[in-house]
């Protein structure tokens, strides 16, 4: 009712989209059995295809085969209500993550498809329940282009947990930055090759956070998370071991720098080459701040480049520009550490405050630093 009402009412004038994104991990006949096939099929209609027949399909209802099965558990449709469902999406969101095996068996299982998973084979991720097969995916698109007339597709949700236990250690993801290499070129080869009409796919997920019932045990994130976990006496119990606030260090990964390099070039790249992430010896040199002109700033990296120091210049009497070495103002050199891509500074201001833990980001398309008050640093030598 609400898509309808959106586009009798609003679509023509607002040019909106609306759309519907479903999960489902690709399942594979184990064997070239008919009864290990037509297991495979059932399992993608009755995940899958429970969802999605009603609105792509074409006649408004679930698919005959989950009818026959399940009978009077499934309820029936008016044909007012099929008439709302049908073409009621405009594209068609897919969240992916893995592959299985899949056999026929003589329990029906939770989804009565009558089925059972395996993954001997696959590539393991931390996840119990993630092992992974790009082409696992090209197969899942032309299935659902097949069946649902060449919908567009966005693919809104993939990815690949890996554990580490600090910084230095979750940048080093070869794993995933394989995992998104292997899956955007079945994802291309699905777009170039079969037709599918594919329009973007989003990496699940930019930082390591709360992974449903697995909590912060683990980590899908692109962007390393330090969540400095410690008491949060306002969470709920347990409350010994959570995220707390003021000290969360974040660093790219590997992954997350391959993707940038993916996006940049607008082209598929080896995931094997030579990092593509900068090494904390990057933010050595001057610096200047575009929101106060003429005031300098210097940052040193000293020994294996973990820790350095911050110097910076700022105006005084109230003046919103630095002119000469008199009158200005000169603060530091603040304590510094580095991590990768990361800069933190101790005691550093920000406007009119001190900040014990103010983190800086570098960007290397542009050669400057991005604070988290907001301000930037642009690197002149």
């Known amino acids: ?15 909106g989209k609306i759309g519907i994104t479903n999960n489902f991990d690709w399942k594979e006949p184990k064997s070239t059995a008919p009864a290990d096939i037509a297991a495979a099929e ?26 026959l099965l399940y009978g009077d558990r499934l309820p029936q449709f008016t044909e007012e209500e099929k008439a709302l469902l049908k073409n009621s ?28 998973a ?33 919908p567009v597709i966005y693919v809104t949700e993939g990815g690949w947990s890996l554990a580490a236990n600090s910084p230095a250690q979750g940048a080093k993801d070869p ?39 697995m ?18 006496p306002d969470a709920p119990l347990p409350n010994t071991r959570v995220p707390t606030a003021g000290n969360q260090l974040r660093r790219r990964k590997e992954s997350n720098c391959w993707l940038e390099e993916v996006w940049t070039r607008n082209s598929l790249v080896s995931p094997r080459q030579p990092s593509l992430c900068v090494e904390s010896s990057v933010f050595a040199g001057i610096y200047t701040d575009p929101s106060l002109p003429g005031c300098h700033r210097e940052i ?16 005084r009497d109230g003046r919103t520009y630095c002119n000469d070495n008199t009158t200005d103002e000169t603060v530091g050199p603040s304590p510094a550490e580095f991590s990768g ?20 980001f570098w960007s290397r398309s542009t050669s400057y630093i991005e604070w988290g008050d907001g301000s930037r640093w642009v690197k002149v030598r």
């Open 300 to 315: 040193n990296v000293i020994g294996d480049g973990t820790l350095g120091t911050i110097s910076a210049v700022y105006p």
């Open 42 to 67: 059932r399992a993608r209609l009755f995940n899958l295809g429970w969802f999605c027949d009603p609105i792509f399909r074409g006649d408004g209802d679930y698919p005959p085969e989950m009818r």
């Open 118 to 150: 395996t993954e001997n084979g696959f590539p393991h991720a931390e996840s119990a329940w993630l092992y992974g097969a790009g082409w696992g995916l090209r197969k899942l698109l032309n299935w659902i282009n097949e069946r649902y007339h060449h």
């Open 1 to 15: 009712a609400a898509v309808d009402i959106y586009r009798r009412k609003y679509q023509s004038a607002q040019g």
């Open 175 to 213: 794993d995933r930055t394989s995992y998104y290499a292997n899956y955007s070129s079945q994802m291309l080869k699905a777009i170039q090759e079969d037709g599918v009409d594919v329009r973007g796919y989003f990496a699940w997920s930019l930082l390591d956070n709360f992974e449903w019932e």
């Open 89 to 116: 999406a405009d594209f068609f969101g897919l969240n992916h993550y893995g592959t299985a095996w899949y056999a026929n068996s003589k329990e029906p299982g939770a989804d009565t498809s009558f089925g059972v």
């Open 215 to 232: 909590g912060y045990s683990e980590r899908f994130g692109t962007v390393f998370t330090d969540y400095n976990l410690g008491l949060d």
């Open 341 to 360: 891509g990361t800069v933190v500074c101790r005691s550093c201001r920000s406007g009119s405050s001190t900040l014990s833990f103010l983190q800086g």
